[in-house]
């Protein structure tokens, strides 16, 4: 089955800095989504991107489905982006199911 | 409802009980699915249901795990016979199309002791 690598698997930020995480995929794929966990588990989408760039306030993120593989783009990051950042694909042969790679871990200090 | 509801939050059994967990999806959003998050194994994809459709049931991972949705609403997923590597999130999402965004519910953290 389709493969979903993403990288860093952690990160420690200063709050301010900025960051950029990555999604590889192995395999074509219908759409990409990216999910927020926060502290308490919760599971919030960020982005429905299956190709193309969108921005939504300090985060963007762009997928290149031809290279599979898509970026997350935090700017200016703040205590309250610490969490679980999931990349998830529908791969082209599925009924629709999100396959999830295994996150990166980010925290932000003040 | 505002948001997808799961319940219980959290429910403690003891191994070989049955369990039911129950999810209730945005309203109005026809596909729902049952995602597993677990330590060793991540996030994983359990079962999709789609209107009125026969489920997509290929994540479940015994034959001791079900569920089903009625009325193209409520959903349940039922563990038999619960053994400790059922410990686990669960975690329902509904989505307004089939494809779509998915909204995640808060989860039910099942511990089997």
């Known amino acids: 089955g389709i493969q979903v690598e993403q990288s860093p698997p952690d990160l420690i930020l200063q709050e301010g800095a900025n960051s950029t995480l990555r999604c590889n995929f192995s395999d074509s794929v219908n759409n990409l989504q990216w999910f927020h966990q926060n502290p308490w588990g919760q599971l919030i989408n960020l982005f429905y991107i299956p190709s193309g760039t969108k921005q939504n306030g300090r985060l963007s993120a762009t997928t290149v489905a031809t290279e599979r593989y898509s970026l997350l783009y935090i700017s200016s990051s703040q205590t309250t982006d610490s969490g679980v950042y999931f990349c998830?694909?529908?791969?082209?042969?599925?009924?629709?199911?999100?396959?999830f790679g295994s996150g990166t871990r980010l925290l932000v200090r003040p | 409802g505002a948001g997808v509801s799961q319940s219980p939050s959290n429910k403690v059994t003891e191994k070989g009980k049955d369990v039911e967990l129950r999810c209730d999806p945005i309203s109005g959003h026809t596909a729902l699915y049952w995602y597993r998050q677990s330590l060793g194994q991540g996030l994983e994809f359990l079962i999709y249901f789609q209107g009125n459709s026969a489920p997509d049931k290929s994540g479940l991972p015994s034959d001791r795990f079900s569920a089903e949705r009625t009325g193209g609403s409520v959903s349940t997923l039922t563990i038999q016979r619960t053994q400790q590597e059922d410990s686990a999130v669960y975690l329902c999402?509904?989505?307004?199309?089939?494809?779509?965004?998915?909204?995640f519910g808060a989860g039910t953290r099942l511990s089997v002791l």
């Open positions: 999402a509904s989505s307004p199309l089939a494809g779509g965004i998915q909204y």
């Open positions: 998830a694909v529908e791969p082209r042969d599925s009924s629709y199911k999100l396959i």
